[in-house]
Structures are given as structure tokens and as C-alpha cells.
């Protein structure tokens, strides 16, 4: 077993003010987090100021997951952005027994078979950072600029099925955004519906 395995069951520390949170609203600061990675790094939003986020929620079992992995159509995205300075974290909120969970090792495992290139791999078993950021479907893309101001959320593009041959003409809105968000223009669809499975939180 991975030695950050246990590690991250016991040191996942979120960094909110209440256990109820209100939900998150463009053009305001993004919900709070500190946590490790599944490396054993520690991952705050706070340390990240300066630097543009993505936060893209994962469950490997989900076919609309797998239309945007099998098709290399995320890694693709994922190395664009990374390669243009954003930090690019996944997060797992799937809960234990349920569908998409995994350990750190088996997350890990993944990325590579994946060939993903996330920044950090964050997992969320008790949902906590699932329900500060109200995400609700895998995949669920958030972008949060330099100031920790949350400038995008919804969809990864405006194909919302589980279907590799959409993705050819697709609008993708996280592409499009983080382009807009670099040249200082306004984003052209802040907000849009995402779609896919529903996030497995244990509650």
C-alpha cells in the first residue's frame, strides 16, 4: 500500500468555516480548501494565489468520464493548461463503497494508466469539498483565477453526453475560458449546465 495511503485518511483537512456551506458564485472568492494530495503534498487554495485553478471532478467508472479520457480529449486539455502555468487539480469525492472510490495508491494508479498530467490528485471521501463547491456530476470543471475569484464553472463543453464522437465540434467552455481569462477578456459563458454522473457522496 502506498505509505500516503493512511496518511491522507488521517491528515485530509478542509479548511471551512461552517459544515454548511453556501454555494459557490462566480465572480466571488472560491470556497477555501487545505488538504494533501495522494503524493503527500499539502495543497491549499490560499498557497495557490497568483496562479490560475482547475478543479475537475473524477470517477473513473463513470461512461462520461470515460468519454473525455478514452478519447485523450482531458489529458489534451489537462497538458495545455498545465504546460501554460495552471494548476490543474482532480478531485475524487466518490465515497467508500461506492462507485470511483479509491486510495491513493489506486489513485495514483490511474492517473498513469490514464497518462493524465494533474497537478495534485486530491481525494474526498467525506465530500467535504464536493458540497463547498456544490459539485454534482463527474465531470464537474471549476476555474478560479489568480485572485481566488471563482470565474467558471459548469461543463467541460456544450455535448453533454457520454458519446467519444461528440467531443469533434464540441464548444469546450474550460478551453475557451481559461484562453479568455489569459488575454483579460470578459468569459464569454461563465456558468453553464454541467453534465455526467452524479458525484457518489456518501450522503
Known sequence: MNRFSNVISVFLVLVFASPVFAAPEVGKPAPEFAMQDTE???VSLTEL???TVVLEWF???????????????????QNEAVADGVVWVTVISSAPGKQGYVTAEEGNAL????GASPTHLLLDP???LG??????TTPHMYIIDPKGELVYMGGIDDKPTANPADI???NNYVRSALAELKSGTSITSPTTRPYGCSVKYSS
Open 59 to 77: 470517477n473513473d467508472g463513470c461512461p462520461y468520464v470515460r468519454k473525455h479520457y478514452g478519447s485523450n480529449n482531458m489529458q489534451a486539455l
Open 40 to 42: 503527500g503534498n499539502d
Open 111 to 114: 492517473t498513469a494508466k490514464h
Open 168 to 170: 469533434d465540434g464540441a
Open 131 to 136: 458540497k463547498a463547491y456544490d459539485a454534482r
Open 49 to 51: 494565489r497568483g496562479k
Open 126 to 128: 467525506e465530500g467535504t
